[in-house]
T-cell receptor, first 112, second 110 residues
Framework: NAGVTQTPKFQVLKTGQSMTLQCAQDMNHEYMSWYRQDPGMGLRLIHYSVGAGITDQGEVPNGYNVSRSTTEDFPLRLLSAAPSQTSVYFC???????????FGQGTRLTVV | TQLLEQSPQFLSIQEGENLTVYCNSSSVFSSLQWYRQEPGEGPVLLVTVVTGGEVKKLKRLTFQFGDARKDSSLHITAAQTGDTGLYLCAGGNAGNMLTFGGGTRLMVKP
């Protein structure tokens, strides 16, 4: 069972570069989300989607874009990378009953 | 904004000791979950509690949901080195939104 698959696992970007973090789930969940995890800050919600074609902003959306063309895929785009976006990024797919989240392995992003 | 505060933030104990981690909020949640995260991995769901006063046991781990559904605790009996990791609580509400606590980093020394 694949669950939630994120790629890449590691990435180094130069300031100003753009990139897309990929996320795919095979559990047929409608709800998917992106978090960033920084030391001492816990998990902070960037963007989320309640179904194909529907996305919304979370707590820290600035500098990121998302789209949801299919139930399975929820990519996160960094438009112009900044050092403040150095973090570990997690994609999650949520089972609606009791809001239980299933996470990918994460992408460790460094912006230099 | 709903907030979840976890305490302690860090805990270092010897193998065989008992410990309790707390997760507190002023908000009511419809469900509360505990996750464990190991280095280089994503959080993994341990348990979900949904009823006020509910107690669930997972081997040496005991989870309790407060009567008012605003707080929870995780108790580990006779900790083992394999329990080392970051423990996160998360509260769920309508709309599938999750609010995460800041985490408790546990180190169990042999």
């Amino acid at each position: 069972n694949a669950g939630v698959t994120q790629t890449p696992k590691f990435q180094v970007l130069k300031t100003g570069q753009s990139m897309t973090l990929q996320c795919a789930q095979d559990m047929n969940h409608e709800y998917m989300s992106w978090y960033r995890q920084d030391p001492g800050m816990g998990l902070r919600l960037i963007h989320y989607s309640v179904g194909a074609g529907i996305t919304d902003q979370g707590e820290v959306p600035n500098g990121y874009n998302v789209s949801r063309s299919t139930t399975e895929d929820f990519p996160l785009r960094l438009l112009s990378a900044a050092p403040s976006q150095t973090s570990v990024y997690f994609c999650a797919s949520t089972r609606p009953r009791h809001t239980e989240a299933f996470f990918g392995q994460g992408t460790r992003l460094t912006v230099v | 904004t709903q907030l979840l505060e976890q305490s302690p933030q860090f805990l270092s104990i010897q193998e065989g000791e008992n410990l309790t981690v707390y997760c507190n909020s002023s908000s009511v949640f419809s469900s509360l979950q505990w996750y464990r995260q190991e280095p280089g991995e994503g959080p993994v769901l341990l348990v979900t509690v949904v009823t006020g006063g509910e107690v669930k046991k997972l081997k040496r781990l005991t989870f309790q949901f407060g009567d008012a559904r605003k707080d929870s605790s995780l108790h580990i009996t006779a900790a083992q080195t394999g329990d080392t990791g970051l423990y996160l609580c998360a509260g769920g509400n309508a709309g599938n939104m999750l609010t995460f606590g800041g985490g408790t980093r546990l180190m169990v020394k042999p």
